[in-house]
């Protein structure tokens, strides 16, 4: 479902979205949690009430899909590391002198945790409700998984992360500016059952991080059917020293495998950018391949071709190997397209004739049947077919580019022209629920 009149864009918290090609912008807004579901495989993310797809060919700073298998997500030792470290902070030495009295383990539990790391029960140790009381631990850490509402106390936290972080000044934070980034999500939460009787949550939401009473980070998560996919981090001053950013990771890892999601979704990956390095220190992962829209692990071997190239489709690359073809200009470098004077912009603007990787050419687009798609208007009662429109079948989607068939057709092309039956296209003035 799409709704015409909230379209936003991400606050300048965000990195800037130059790069994203502008697709029919009056037409994106708003889509439903069923059909996010297969977007974010096709190279959408979501910001707010926002979803956006980039053009990494002509990208000054291409970005990459990720995701990781929880279910074969092994922590390295820094890793592992960082999470003892925590927990033995917030648990404290008095309470483990004083537990290994009051709350002995078992000969064979003690050396089972010696000798392995399970993700879930080392994430979960220094839980206030899951310590075994008395005695007391030296501080009390809790996490909640809550709806991702506006309150004061997640504001803060967000100017204080903003402003000393990301170096932004007091003009550049807002209220209004976290309401529309990180509150806003047209994802409904709810409880789904899968096929083999298992509840599941999925919806966006917030988890917080609470030390000794007090709000310290906060993790946007959106809960998928099939992933985790991390939206944002971002955590008070105070919490730094523990490595937040290591622990929240593993922490939403763990939560895609307790929860039976499989798949964690780190967000975007630019690799010439160094503070993205250390989500490759989260394996195994696979990249989306922006061309082909499928995965491949990213091993040694594709890293050295993202080392060595500015934009990468291993797809292509591998069959270029094959062949014994070298790569194309455009391959190794970054060419900004120039302006030839005016109508230019409209030609570019245009994406059906733009280089944009795993988009459907204009030809393509034009051998594609349109005409079920369901849409609904104030101009009308109900629904109706594209192909009711008194001068739909007149349209050409290459004659004219503002016509609304063209419009369409981007829509379309971007989204996947398999989920045509899935979707409509909703050109109301104001939101109503159907």
């Not at 502008?22 to 993310?45: C, F, K, M, S, T």
């Not at 002509?58 to 820094?78: A, G, I, V």
């Not at 988009?359 to 349109?370: A, R």
Request: charged share 25%.
């Amino acid at each position: 479902m799409y709704n015409t009149n909230s379209m936003q864009t991400p606050d300048d918290a965000e990195a800037p979205l130059s790069f994203i090609y502008p697709i029919a912008a009056h037409l994106i807004a708003v889509i439903v949690e069923g059909l996010h579901v297969q977007l974010v495989d096709r190279y959408w993310r979501r910001s707010g009430t926002l979803l956006y797809r980039p053009n990494p060919r002509n990208s000054c700073c291409p970005h990459y899909t990720l995701r990781l298998d929880s279910t074969e997500f092994k922590p390295t030792k820094d890793q592992r590391q960082t999470v003892n470290r925590f927990n033995n902070y917030v648990i404290g030495p008095d309470y483990t002198h004083a537990a290994a009295r009051v709350h002995p383990r078992t000969r064979q539990e003690a050396r089972k945790r010696h000798n392995e790391f399970d993700l879930i029960d080392r994430i979960h140790e220094p839980e206030a409700q899951f310590l075994k009381t008395p005695p007391e631990p030296a501080h009390k850490f809790t996490v909640t998984l809550e709806p991702d509402d506006f309150t004061e106390e997640k504001y803060l936290i967000f100017e204080n992360y903003q402003r000393l972080v990301h170096k932004e000044g007091p003009d550049k934070i807002s209220r209004h500016g976290f309401k529309r980034f990180l509150c806003n999500s047209p994802l409904k939460r709810e409880t789904i059952h899968t096929s083999d009787g298992v509840q599941r949550q999925v919806g966006s939401f917030h988890q917080c991080y609470w030390l000794d009473g007090k709000l310290v980070a906060i993790g946007v998560l959106d809960l998928l059917p099939h992933a985790v996919s991390s939206v944002y981090f971002l955590y008070h001053e105070s919490f730094h020293s523990h490595n937040p950013g290591k622990l929240s990771a593993m922490r939403e890892i763990a939560l895609a495998r307790e929860g039976g999601y499989r798949w964690w979704y780190p967000g975007f990956y630019i690799h010439s950018c160094p503070k993205m390095k250390y989500k490759m220190d989260f394996k195994p992962q696979s990249v989306l391949d922006p061309e082909t829209l499928t995965w491949d692990l990213m091993d040694k071997e594709a890293l050295a071709v993202f080392d060595a190239k500015h934009y990468v489709s291993l797809s292509r690359e591998r069959q270029r190997k094959e062949s014994g073809d070298h790569p194309q200009i455009f391959e190794d470098h970054f060419i900004r397209p120039e302006s030839d004077g005016e109508g230019d912009e409209e030609e570019g603007d245009f994406m059906l004739g733009s280089s944009m990787p795993g988009i459907p050419s204009l030809e393509e687009m034009k051998q594609v049947d349109m005409d079920n798609l369901v849409l609904v208007s104030d101009a009308a009662p109900g629904y109706f077919l594209a192909s009711d429109l008194v001068s739909w079948e007149q349209q050409d989607i290459e004659l004219d580019r503002k016509d609304i068939k063209s419009m369409i057709a981007e829509l379309v092309a971007a989204m996947g022209t398999d989920v045509m039956g899935e979707i409509c296209v909703d050109f109301r003035r104001r939101t109503r629920v159907l």
